[in-house]
């Protein structure tokens, strides 16, 4: 693969966002940052910070899956949390999805995600079949 292939497993959504949930170059792909939002917009697992975290990695599992890899192949991930008390959340669901810590991780604190309801963003970045 030399170019760029667009990633949309959600597809059709209510509103399409105006970029893609991931890109796939090479054996490389980058998942755009996913929040607890469902297809119809609604949120998921409003003021749980479990259940949106469970949300979004599931979403990400998706979209890597589109692009014929897996939670494995992660490399990095970059997080979002809207209340660092509620971290320990967060790493509990996080630690359910990647249960041997191989990739690289940042966690930063933002007052507020693109709605208020949303505790947590992630952005991911996968190589297809390192995680065999």
Partial sequence: ???????????????????????????????????????????????????????VFLSIQEVLAEAGATLKDVVKITTYITDMERYSEFSAVRSEFFPDAGMASATVACSELVRPEFLVEVETIAVKGCGD
């Fill in 1 to 55: 693969m030399t170019g760029k292939t667009l990633l949309d497993p959600h597809s059709p959504r209510a509103k399409k966002p105006p970029f893609a949930m991931g890109v796939h170059v090479g054996d490389t792909i980058y998942v755009s940052g996913h929040v607890a939002q469902d297809k119809d917009g609604n949120v998921v697992g409003k003021d749980d910070m479990a259940a949106q975290t469970r949300h």
